[in-house]
């Protein structure tokens, strides 16, 4: 077939399987095309999904935070050892060595 007669017969049978090429056409747009297309969402699902994971882990160290708190408010020797451990504070007249094990 010539191309003339080729582009014919696409433009015919588009014009009488109008509704069902709309309705593919359609599909495509939403699948791919359209800035709320299946791949945006599912893109979106998985940033909210690694969000919502972000949150847990921070909830769990604000809640290991206010158990440290906790334990040394009110107690100056917890207070010491806690300051002396975790922020490598020393005494005024003393030397601190650190050690890798």
């Known amino acids: ?17 109008m509704f069902s090429s709309l309705v593919v056409a359609a599909g495509i747009w939403l699948a791919f095309l359209s800035e709320h297309s299946l791949v945006s969402i599912l893109k979106l699902e ?23 708190i906790e334990e040394v408010s009110g107690q100056s020797d917890e207070m010491e050892h806690f300051a002396r451990e975790k922020l490598l504070m020393k005494a005024p007249d003393e030397d601190v060595f650190l050690i890798d094990e």
């Open 1 to 17: 077939m010539r191309l003339k007669e080729r582009f014919l017969t696409i433009t015919q049978y588009i014009r009488r399987h």
């Open 46 to 68: 998985r940033e909210k999904n690694r969000m919502q994971q972000e949150i847990v882990s921070f909830k769990d160290s604000i809640s290991h935070f206010e158990r440290s």
